[in-house]
């Protein structure tokens, strides 16, 4: 049971201490206070653990300072849609707004190499009136002697960059908590020129210690990747170890699923569950065309089989769209072969474009529809 309290209720009210008094005199019942501060307003929700069926929930609405109640009968206690629910999804970091209702393009390197093809990245996502980024410095190999990520030795020179062309975030991995301290020391020496957030990739996602680490700090957004040989369930069950640690500024990414059964592409795509994930929580949710399909293979109608899945994706919802480009694939240390040529960004971007006009459509559609 998740009691929600009135926006900006003070700790020290009367209200507050009532609150607090009533739930500390029901047996068996253990509280934990989750804090969403905004930019306007702080929430507080306190979690009910322990016999809540023995509570009244009118009862509990009754009392002062409480908004409103919340039976949570399913998982994701946090993240969640539950019965009843009628909390927002998503956020605003540095400028940038995430949630289930709008769609944010991460085009960038998949691994930060040298600072000429970095500025030349940057330069053609200002002419396009890009302010988010992708750039990978620490890199999870599945071969130990190939290139690792520049790590920490980038990050002032990458950070100063995108501020001068206007970033405001960068998706950028960590497989390691000493990786979070790196970006936050960088970031602070540098003046917060730009915005970070965290990813957790899919070799990580159930690594529950990490997890723990990064969401217990709240500066940094995160954008967890699905497992690529686990359930949906178990993937939303990582992020809600984020969510549970403290931080619910979550993105939730598909990337497609590790099985010979999605030959030839990279992995099997899975961007049939971007409703699924966005029904079952409030998680914007990310698709990542380019570490799905592996390739740029391009079927008859000349269309990149990258552009068709993420159109496939945007048509279905996705509210973020991390794909990988280059302005020199065949020098690119990393994924080269997946990634998409400066010149095709725009034209890029129209397609997604296309394709998220013909997603409020439907969406439209479907209330008109459910309105009669
Ligand atoms: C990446 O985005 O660079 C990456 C390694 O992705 P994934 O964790 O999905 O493989
Ligand atoms: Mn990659």
Redesign the pocket.
Known sequence: MIVILKANLDENSPEYAQIVDYLAHKPNIKTRIHQEIGTSQKLTEIYLIGDTASLDKTEIESLPGVDRVVRVSEEYRILGRHRDDSRPSGFEYNGVKFSQENLNVFAGL??VDTPEHVESMLKALRANGQVCT?M?AY??RTNPYSFQGHGKDCLAWVFELAGKYGIKVIAM?ITHDSQLNEIQEALHKTGHPTGVML?I???NTQNFELLKIVGRQRELPVLL?RG?GITLEESLNAAEYLASAGNANIVF?L?GMKTNMGDPHRNFVDFAQVPVVKRLTRMPVCI?P??SVGTRDASPDGLLDIFHVTAQGVIAGANMV?V?FHPAPAKAL??GPQALLLEELPYFLEDVATARAAYEKRRDLAKRFLAK
């Open positions: 998949c691994a992708r990978g890199k999870p991995e990813q990739g899919t070799r990747k690529f990414g990337r990542d380019s570490h991390l990988d990393v994924d």
